[in-house]
């Protein structure tokens, strides 16, 4: 089945060992080169820049998740599934979306996340495994200060949208930026924090083959 796994704000593709799937013909989706904080643009340029299929699944990992609901107002995917996502950004945190008043005056160098102590990223993103903080601070550095707050002032103003597709939330009970509760999780994490893909690969795959295949969309072998 072709899928798109769209990555997080800051994520890449590098993340791609953690979600090996089989019955799956995975694709990584890269953020436009040029990242505009209009929707309609930025969409326009992430089809430009990436060959995204209708009728195939996509899966979202946080800010990925939001891209991929946003996209399929014109894609109609098969399906979506959000990872440690949101559809819109009322499932933001308040601290969260009152930043959003503030970002546009911010200087841009702020959001270099390589800046960020370790205890702030394993606090937010719920990684406290070295090997994931390495990954984490090795993925940071391929998105310029500029457009990582692009992407975070997209996140923060994405418009509501009427979800067609069959739609399915896998969500960390400790994620503290995007409150569970808010999220509405079909599957929960009980120890998971919000970068799930690092902390929690194994079971957030079983959970997308299981609701696959209860949605009669693919027939794989976990």
């Given at each position: 089945m072709k899928t798109y796994f769209f990555p997080g704000l800051g994520a890449d593709r590098s993340l791609e060992p953690y979600h090996r799937i089989p019955g799956l013909e995975i694709e990584w989706v890269n953020w436009p080169s040029k990242i505009s904080t209009n929707w309609e643009l930025f969409l326009q340029n992430l089809q430009r820049e990436n060959n995204i299929q209708g009728g195939s699944l996509f899966i979202?990992?946080?800010?990925?998740?939001l891209v991929a609901t946003q996209l399929a107002k014109v894609k109609k995917p098969s399906a979506v599934i959000l990872v440690g996502s949101l559809i819109d950004s009322i499932a933001v945190s308040t601290l969260f979306r009152f930043i959003k008043w503030v970002v546009p005056v911010?200087?841009?160098?702020?959001?270099?996340?390589?800046?960020?102590?370790?205890?702030?990223?394993?606090?937010?993103?719920?990684?406290q495994q070295k090997p994931h903080l390495v990954h984490f601070y090795r993925m940071v550095p391929g998105y310029s200060p500029h457009q990582a707050k692009a992407l975070i002032q997209?996140?923060?103003?994405?418009p509501p949208i009427e979800i067609k597709p069959a739609?399915?939330?896998?969500?960390?009970?400790?994620?503290?930026?995007?409150?569970?509760?808010?999220?509405q999780p079909g599957y929960q994490v009980e120890e998971g924090g919000h970068l799930l893909s690092m902390t929690h690969s194994s079971e957030i795959n079983r959970a997308i083959l299981d609701w696959l295949n209860k949605q009669n969309l693919v027939r794989a072998r976990k």
């Open positions: 979202g990992i946080s800010f990925g998740g911010i200087p841009s160098f702020v959001f270099n996340l390589n800046w960020a102590p370790r205890w702030v990223i394993s606090y937010f993103f719920g990684i997209l996140a923060l103003s994405a739609i399915y939330s896998i969500h960390g009970k400790k994620d503290r930026i995007l409150p569970y509760k808010k999220a």
